[in-house]
């Protein structure tokens, strides 16, 4: 089992650190390949690029929770997220749960 996990390919864990803005503000986020691929994929399908993707997803938390704590974590989560949805064939589903915790 741990051959899946220890044999991948290392670009996929390596560190890459994009730069834009969140709220007018310049930042910077660094993140593993794979997530960036992911957050990538995520904005694709909701008609955004990356950035703008961010962005929002940053407005709303703000909006909702009146504060962003370790919002590269959140990103992590928001990742494995869209993946189980995508696992399960769910659209939304992710959105739903969580509303509901």
Known sequence: MCQIFAGQNPARYDSETRRLRLNGQSTSIRLERAFWRILDDIAA???LSTPAFISKLHSEVLELR????????????????HLGDEEHGEDGGAAARIAAE
């Open 45 to 47: 399908r909701e008609g």
């Open 66 to 81: 009146g504060e962003a704590p370790n919002f590269t974590s959140l990103l992590r989560c928001a990742c494995t997220l």
